[in-house]
């Protein structure tokens, strides 16, 4: 199955925000990624909950959330009641993991965990039997627009190779860096679902480089389904 696209709304125009989204749900975008910055665990601020509930209004997408804050616990029951329908968070900020990734469960969402570049695979050990995805950083999360970080590609491929035989239901997602000219290395990794941000939405053609991503994805999936 080809790996799926899922454009993030960071590098978009908030003045045109449901008009940028609705040109990548065109282009055959399947998720919208939502991310979420608090300027205590990253450098930057962005958007809140709010936002995450009028995209809700404006598309039937797949809202990923992915919170890259300090504290997730205090924040996760608004994403929910706002519309998410996957919602992340980060093996560095979460202090109670355990509960935190069962709480987004429990109110009827995808649970995922982040690690960041530098952080181990080991650090899931004690968590994989208990989330929906894991998402791997390819560059060190807080701005848009970074080159992604190669040695990312090689700690994806051993967790995909992990995930087959320990829970080969959990699906992998991998943000940072992608563009056109990489996202077929990238997804060649056995990754699942590939953010991409000011590829797409910098781009001049918001649809056409959505279209152009999700047919070179399509492609290398039939690529290996002849092999």
């Known amino acids: 199955m080809a790996a799926v696209l899922a454009p993030s709304i960071l590098s978009a125009d908030f003045a045109r925000l449901g008009a940028d989204v609705k040109e990548t749900e065109a282009g055959g975008a399947a998720l919208i990624h939502v991310d979420v910055m608090d300027g205590h665990f990253v450098p930057n601020i962005t958007i809140g909950s709010g936002v995450t509930k009028a995209l809700r209004k404006v598309t039937d997408l797949p809202l990923d959330c992915h919170l890259m804050i300090s504290e997730p616990d205090r924040h996760v029951d608004d994403f929910i009641a706002a519309g998410a329908d996957m919602i992340s968070v980060h093996v560095e900020a979460a202090t109670h993991l355990h509960r935190t990734v069962h709480r987004i469960r429990d109110g009827g969402v995808k649970a995922g965990v982040v690690l960041n570049p530098s952080t181990p695979l080991s650090a899931l050990d ?3 039997g208990d989330v ?3 998402l791997l950083m390819s560059v060190n999360p807080g701005f848009g627009g970074q080159k992604l970080i190669p040695s990312v590609l090689q700690k994806a491929r051993a967790l995909r190779q992990r995930l087959d035989l320990e829970a080969p239901d959990v699906r992998l997602e991998i943000d940072g860096g992608v563009t056109v000219d990489n996202v077929t ?8 679902m590939i953010v991409t941000g ?13 279209e152009r991503m999700v ?7 039939e690529r290996e389904r002849t092999c």
């Open 185 to 192: 290395e990238v997804a060649a990794c056995g990754i699942d």
């Open 198 to 210: 000011s590829a797409v939405f910098g781009s001049g053609d918001i649809r056409g480089t959505t």
């Open 126 to 128: 004690e968590i994989l």
């Open 132 to 134: 929906d995805f894991v």
């Open 215 to 221: 047919r070179q994805l399509a492609e290398l999936a």
